[in-house]
């Protein structure tokens, strides 16, 4: 099982994604697994579209609830990722 990290959820008023460790991304990639063009990057982290990317993550790591942390809403506003490059 994997030891706690910082992973969250990042939220606007029109969808969600899971940030995670870009380092995530790329073993879920070189794993097979493909990231649609919904979910977004930079150079730290990957935020993955909530409905279908995400998943990716806990089927990869064999993830818990208990590993995401924190919950973040920006009131409305588009959440910065969707000015991020995308998959």
């Given at each position: 099982m994997r030891?706690?990290?910082?992973?969250?959820?990042?939220?606007?008023?029109?969808?969600?994604?899971?940030?995670i460790p870009i380092g995530?991304?790329?073993k879920i990639l070189?794993?097979?697994g493909k990231i649609s063009e919904f979910s977004y990057k930079d150079s730290r982290h990957a935020y993955l579209e909530g409905?279908?990317?995400?998943v990716l993550w806990f089927?990869?790591?064999?993830a818990l609830a208990r590993d995401i942390t924190t919950v973040v809403n920006y009131d409305g506003l588009d959440a910065p990722c969707r000015d991020?490059?995308?998959f």
């Amino acid at each position: 099982m994997r030891t706690l990290q910082q992973v969250k959820w990042v939220a606007d008023g029109g969808h969600e994604w899971l940030q995670i460790p870009i380092g995530d991304a790329r073993k879920i990639l070189a794993a097979g697994g493909k990231i649609s063009e919904f979910s977004y990057k930079d150079s730290r982290h990957a935020y993955l579209e909530g409905d279908c990317d995400a998943v990716l993550w806990f089927d990869h790591f064999n993830a818990l609830a208990r590993d995401i942390t924190t919950v973040v809403n920006y009131d409305g506003l588009d959440a910065p990722c969707r000015d991020m490059a995308r998959f």
